[in-house]
Structure formats: C-alpha cells, structure tokens
T-cell receptor, first 114, second 116 residues
Framework: NAGVTQTPKFQVLKTGQSMTLQCAQD?????MSWYRQDPGMGLRLIHY???????DQGEVPNGYNVSRSTTEDFPLRLLSAAPSQTSVYFC?????????????FGPGTRLTVT | AQKVTQAQTEISVVEKEDVTLDCVYE???????LFWYKQPPSGELVFLIR??????QNEISGRYSWNFQKSTSSFNFTITASQVVDSAVYFC?????????????FGQGTRLTINP
C-alpha cells in the first residue's frame, strides 16, 4: 500500500491563480480530510469527507473547494490564491468517520503564494 | 469551544535525559478523544496514541508514557531516556464525540530537539 499520497510536494503560485492539490489513498478509507499547518498554530481543519459524494466544512474553509467523486481521491481546490494561503497542506484519511479514528497523513504540500 | 494548548514551543535536552511534553485541553463534551502525533523532520504526521475520556489509566509503550488527568484537563507525554531519533515536533489533539466525525483540534506543537 502506498498509503496517502499528495501531489505536488512544492508549489509556488501568484496571487489570483487557481490550482488543485491532489490527494489519494489506497486503503479504502471512508473518511478523508484536509488540514493546513502554519507556524505557531498547529494544524487546522479545512474540509472533510465522510464518503464519496459527501463533504463538509471544517474550521477554515474560506477560499477552498473540495469534492469527493471516488473513495480514493479528495482534491483540494484553491479558487483564487492569496498570500494568506501560504502554508503546508496535509491530507489525511481514516478507516472510519468516528471521532476516535486514527488518521493517516500524507507527506504534505508546501504552497507559497506571492 | 474546544481548545488544545501546548505551552512549550521548543524543548532541547541532551540524549538520555527524560523529557515531558505538556498538553492542556478544553472541551464541553463529556465524551472526547485525545491524541498525540509525531512529526519527524520528513514532515509526515505519525499517530502515537489515542485516549478516550472515560479511560484515565496511564499508558506505557517502551520509552513512551502518557499521563491523562481529567481533573486538570491534561494529557502529558513523557519520553524516558531520550534518543536523537526522538527529535521531532509533537502535537496533541482533541476530537469530540458530539461532532459525529473526526474533526481534530490540534495544539500548537512542541519542537523537541535531542542533542547527542
């Protein structure tokens, strides 16, 4: 199993550009989520999905869109990049949506918006 | 509102010393789950432990131990006889049962450096 994979590893965008961060898992996990990590703030939940076709907002959803058309994939779209979106983005998955589930994290995407 | 505080931003010790990472949480839910994750220099977060709010037993796994005290809303992590490979950022996190899904709230993280 590859686990949770994310592409790209690094990305530089100009303000106003759009892009999609890819996330895939091969563990047949029901639950997937996106977090952003900023210095001194830990990780914050952006969006999550409890199954194909079902998504919901987390703590910091503004400026981001998600969709879940398959169990395996959960892309994160930046509609119009802003410098405030400079961050490291982590995708995670879990076998169950249950609050006690163990999450498996991807290697992260480091995004810089200039 | 739920909140997790890791007051220690950075800790630096010499190898073989014992070190404790503090975690204090706030929640109004009676059923919740506490986690510790490790983020080594490679960047990927690795799950270490989960505790539910009804189980206050301390846990030991090799050199790692965790002390959960509901009375002080704390879930501290101790590494005994630290090693250079323990150098990482450690995150404490909270998940509330009433959310119906795992929506982790993370602390700010503690950067631990073990010097040889």
């Amino acid at each position: 199993n590859a686990g949770v994979t994310q592409t790209p590893k690094f990305q530089v965008l100009k303000t106003g550009q759009s892009m999609t961060l890819q996330c895939a898992q091969d563990m047949n996990h029901e639950y997937m989520s996106w977090y952003r990590q900023d210095p001194g703030m830990g990780l914050r939940l952006i969006h999550y999905s409890v199954g194909a076709g079902i998504t919901d907002q987390g703590e910091v959803p503004n400026g981001y869109n998600v969709s879940r058309s398959t169990t395996e994939d959960f892309p994160l779209r930046l509609l119009s990049a802003a410098p405030s979106q400079t961050s490291v983005y982590f995708c995670a998955s879990s076998y169950s949506r249950a609050p006690q589930g163990e999450q498996y994290f991807g290697p992260g995407t480091r995004l810089t918006v200039t | 509102a739920q909140k997790v505080t890791q007051a220690q931003t950075e800790i630096s010790v010499v190898e073989k010393e014992d070190v404790t990472l503090d975690c204090v949480y706030e929640t109004r839910d009676t059923t919740y789950y506490l986690f510790w994750y490790k983020q080594p220099p490679s960047g990927e977060l690795v799950f270490l432990i989960r505790r539910n709010s009804f189980d206050e037993q301390n846990e030991i796994s090799g050199r790692y131990s965790w002390n959960f005290q509901k009375s002080t809303s704390s879930f501290n992590f101790t590494i005994t006889a630290s090693q250079v490979v323990d150098s990482a950022v450690y995150f404490c996190a909270l998940s509330e049962a009433r959310e119906g899904a795992q929506k982790l709230v993370f602390g700010q993280g503690t950067r631990l450096t073990i010097n040889p």
